[in-house]
């Protein structure tokens, strides 16, 4: 074939492209990037790369013309449905639950509880300075109703006390997760699915695994509290942030109990005056305890 004819053929391509390809090629890109955004740091990425150097090769032997190898990537490739589905079951069923817990904000939201933000903030430090270890799980549009059957249901209100009471060492609810759900705690020493690869630092332990085992099953966010050096970590989507402040942790915390334009609010607003004041009673909270720090 020579460079004319190779033109020809563009030029031909390009005469029968409709604005239906375009959009295809468009939502093909964005699931493409999104697939390889979701499976990025879990061991399914290093299996889809497999996948992609596999459908290289096929492509390659096709314009090669390699019918032998050409049979047998395809026969792999087709049959290979299959196998993508039980490699990739963790990954498809989160997927799907996301999907499924879209939410269209149609109904009026309510007004987020800074006192809850403030509750879990002093347990979460108190328990760092105390160094007492501690393992919270904040539901989020993933149900975890697999893991609460494994603990103890509370369904009480959030407040510190009882927290730190949950996590005191030698307590009957002490070892295992608490679970937070609609802003209550609802189950303590539930048991979560502990993150198996080998490439975690050494000196993370069980609370750590199983924050990350969680986080890569359910779009929950967990917060660990480090029984040897009392550090504060945190783990979402299948990642872990170590040595966390004050600061960011108070603003994990909002951004879970007050998210910001989530979805479409197509009937009533925030009320602005109870947002006022519970930013204002969040400000004299941290205003005191500089004061009995010292001013630090």
């Given at each position: ?34 697939l390889?955004r ?8 290093q299996?889809?790369k ?10 390659i ?6 019918m ?11 049959s290979?449905?299959?196998v ?10 989160r ?17 987020p ?36 059957q ?36 609802y ?8 993150f ?28 660990v ?16 942030t ?6 960011a ?22 009320n602005?005056?109870e ?22």
């Open positions: 074939m020579s460079f004319t004819d190779i033109l020809d053929a563009i030029g031909t391509g390009f005469e029968q492209f409709r604005i239906q390809d375009l959009l295809e090629i468009l939502i093909l890109a964005y699931v493409i990037y999104k390889i979701f499976t990025a740091n879990t061991r399914s990425y299996v889809l497999g996948i992609g150097v596999l459908v290289l090769l096929l492509i032997s096709n314009v090669l013309n390699l032998t190898i050409k049979y047998l990537l395809d026969s792999f490739l087709v290979g449905i299959v993508v589905v039980v490699l990739f079951q963790p990954e498809i069923r997927a799907l639950e996301r999907i499924g817990g879209i939410r269209l904000g149609i109904v009026q939201r309510t007004t509880s800074y006192e809850i933000v403030r509750q879990l903030c002093l347990a979460v430090e108190n328990m760092s300075r105390r160094k007492v270890g501690a393992l919270i799980v904040l539901e989020r549009g993933t149900k975890l109703g697999d893991y609460v494994t603990g103890t249901i509370i369904d009480a209100d959030i407040s510190d006390a009882l927290i730190e009471n949950i996590f005191e060492p030698k307590t009957p609810l002490h070892d295992g997760a608490v679970i937070i759900r609609d802003g209550r705690i189950a303590a020493a539930c048991v979560l699915p502990l198996d690869s080998p490439n975690i630092p050494r000196e993370l332990g069980t609370r750590h695994r199983a924050s990350l085992g969680i986080s890569t099953v359910s779009d929950s966010i967990t917060l509290v480090s029984e040897e050096t009392g550090t504060i970590s945190y783990a979402r989507d299948g990642k872990l170590r040595h966390v402040d004050h600061d942790l108070e603003e994990l915390l909002n951004d879970h109990f007050n998210p910001q334009d989530k979805g479409f609010l197509l009937f009533g607003k925030k602005e005056a947002d006022a004041e519970g930013k204002e009673d969040a400000g004299e909270t941290r205003s005191r305890r500089k004061k009995k720090n010292g001013g630090r």
